[in-house]
Nanobody, 120 residues
Framework: QVQLVESGGGLVQAGGSLRLSCAAS????????MGWYRQAPGKQRELVAT???????NYADSVKGRFTISRDNAKSTVYLQMNGLKPEDTAVYYC??????????????WGQGTQVTISS
């Protein structure tokens, strides 16, 4: 079994910062892409940012220049530093990981979600 556990959400004022963390644990051979998605009320889940095991990153246009994704492969952990937060960033943020449990066997896993609320 594999678990992704997020932390770091909360309530901040517009313009503030938050740092999300997500640690993977369990039966893991390696982790390919890790990332963050978010879902606001009444909207579909959307990509925020992803990072490969080789540290290549990809960002949604709406967060470019404000959010930074990083990872610590030794700790199987991915981070999301969020600066310049806006009310429209309010959502539940989900951690994602494509985990290789043995050679060639890859599965997608999701965290339970952490609420991020930005007040205006």
């Amino acid at each position: 079994q594999v678990q992704l556990v997020e932390s770091g959400g909360g309530l901040v004022q517009a313009g503030g910062s938050l740092r999300l963390s997500c640690a993977a644990s369990g039966s893991i051979f390696s982790i390919n892409t890790m990332g963050w998605y978010r879902q606001a009320p009444g909207k579909q889940r959307e990509l925020v940012a992803t990072i490969t095991s080789g540290l290549s990153t990809n960002y949604a246009d709406s967060v470019k220049g404000r959010f930074t994704i990083s990872r610590d492969n030794a700790k199987s952990t991915v981070y999301l530093q969020m600066n310049g937060l806006k009310p429209e960033d309010t959502a539940v943020y989900y951690c994602y990981g494509r985990v290789e449990r043995s050679v060639g066997l890859r599965y997608d896993y999701w965290g339970q979600g952490t609420q991020v609320t930005i007040s205006s």
